[in-house]
Every structure is written in structure tokens, then in C-alpha cells.
Nanobody, 121 residues
Framework: EVQLVESGGGLVQPGGSLRLSCAASGFTFSSYTMSWVRQAPGKGIEWVSGINSGGGITNYADSVKGRFTISRDNAKNTLYLQLNSLKTEDTAMYYC??????????????WGQGTQVTVSS
């Protein structure tokens, strides 16, 4: 059974930083591309970043490029997202995801319970 457990969220002031973690189990973590997605209050799910199985290829949404960094430790079965220069519009529930896709407008794949990031002064 695929299990993804996110942690590291919290309340931070604009310009601050957080590091999110996602502990993965129930599948061969090192074989899969992984993603971070987020959902702001009243909005749909937004893809944030992805990383290939080996960690050498990363991609980011334009809204976070240059501020967020995705990484992974395959020995620890853990995915990370470093959030820097946070803005109020980054406030959302953040999820790590396996097999993330949008099919006919609906999110698909596996994701955990999420970790809340709130950016506010």
C-alpha cells in the first residue's frame, strides 16, 4: 500500500522559509518520479514541482521557480521541498504525490494527508 506522509508545514512570515518532508513507503521510491502539489483555500490543486527518480532532473511551476527547491534522498525514501522567499499567495495545503497527473481535468495519482503552509504577517 502506497503511503506518503508529509510534514514540516507551519506559520511563517512573508520572506521566510520552510522545509517540507515526505516520507514514502509501500513502493520502490527510488524508481519513481515524485511531485509536490498544493491547494490553496477555495482553489484547485496546483502542481508545484517534480523530480525524476534519480534526482537529477527537476521542474518547477513558474510561480515558484527560483524560490523553491525540490530534492530527494532515495536511501531514506524521503522527498523534500525547500520553500524560500515565501509569499502570502504560497499559503496552501502541500502534498507530495506519486504518479501525479491531471486526467480530464481531475487530479490522479497518490498523495498523502498534506501539510499546511500559512504565510502571514
Amino acid at each position: 500500500e502506497v503511503q506518503l506522509v508529509e510534514s514540516g508545514g507551519g506559520l511563517v512570515q512573508p520572506g521566510g522559509s520552510l522545509r517540507l518532508s515526505c516520507a514514502a513507503s509501500g513502493f520502490t521510491f527510488s524508481s519513481y518520479t515524485m511531485s509536490w502539489v498544493r491547494q490553496a483555500p477555495g482553489k484547485g490543486i496546483e502542481w508545484v514541482s517534480g523530480i525524476n527518480s534519480g534526482g537529477g532532473i527537476t521542474n518547477y511551476a513558474d510561480s515558484v521557480k527560483g524560490r523553491f527547491t525540490i530534492s530527494r534522498d532515495n536511501a531514506k525514501n524521503t522527498l523534500y521541498l525547500q520553500l524560500n522567499s515565501l509569499k502570502t499567495e504560497d499559503t496552501a495545503m502541500y502534498y507530495c504525490a506519486k504518479d501525479w497527473a491531471v486526467i480530464r481535468g481531475k487530479p490522479s495519482g497518490y498523495w498523502g494527508q498534506g501539510t499546511q503552509v500559512t504565510v502571514s504577517s
